[in-house]
C-alpha cells in the first residue's frame, strides 16, 4: 500500500497554527518583530538564512513567527519597501542622495551601488525597527485578546 503524500500546509494552517501553539503571546509577537525586521533589511536572497540564524540564538521566541514574519518582503512588496527605505535613509542622511526615478537609474553604474546602498540600508533599519515596534503590540494583543475569546467560548461565557 502507498503512502499518499503530504501536503504542505497553508499560510492561513501556519498562522492557526501559530495562535494555538502554547507559546506566550509576548514569544509570538517576538517572533513576528524579528522577522518582520529581517525582511525589511535588503539583503534580499538571504532573508530565510537569516531567519534560521536568528531562530537558534533567540531561545525564548516563537520559531514559527519568525519565518511567517520575513514574508513582509514578498516580491509584490518589494519595490515599496525599497522605496521606503532609500527614502527614509536619503531623508536622514542629507540631500547628496538624488530621489528615485528613471533619472536615477538610467545612468546608473556599478560605483553608484554603494552610495545607494548606503542609503537604502539606513533608511530600511530605520523602517524595519519601527514596524518590528508596531507588528510586536499589534501580534500581542491580537494573540492575547483570541486567546481571551477562546477561553470564555471554550467556559461558556463564565
Known amino acids: 500500500m502507498e503512502n499518499a503524500p503530504q501536503k504542505r500546509p497553508t499560510l492561513k494552517a501556519r498562522f492557526l497554527n501559530l495562535w494555538k501553539s502554547h507559546s506566550s503571546p509576548h514569544e509570538i509577537a517576538l517572533g513576528m518583530a524579528i522577522g518582520v525586521f529581517i525582511g525589511i ?6 532573508h530565510f538564512i537569516t531567519a534560521i540564524i536568528m531562530a537558534f540564538i533567540m531561545k525564548r521566541v516563537n520559531k514559527l513567527a519568525i519565518f511567517l514574519g520575513i514574508n513582509i518582503s514578498l516580491p509584490p512588496t518589494i519595490p515599496f519597501i525599497t522605496w521606503a527605505g532609500y527614502r527614509i535613509g536619503r531623508q536622514m542622511l542629507g540631500r547628496a542622495y538624488p530621489p528615485l526615478g528613471w533619472d536615477y537609474f538610467k545612468d546608473f553604474s556599478y560605483g553608484d551601488i554603494s552610495h545607494f546602498f548606503y542609503a537604502l540600508m539606513v533608511g ?4 524595519g525597527a519601527v514596524l518590528s515596534v508596531l507588528i510586536y503590540f499589534l501580534t ?9 475569546r477562546v477561553t470564555f467560548a471554550k467556559t461558556g461565557g463564565l
Do not use: E, H, N
Not at 533589511?41 to 538571504?46: A, D, E, K, L, N
Not at 530600511?124 to 523602517?127: A, E, F, M, R
Open 41 to 46: 533589511t535588503p539583503f534580499y536572497g538571504f
Open 124 to 127: 530600511s533599519l530605520v523602517l
Open 140 to 148: 500581542f494583543w491580537f494573540v492575547k485578546s483570541r486567546r481571551a
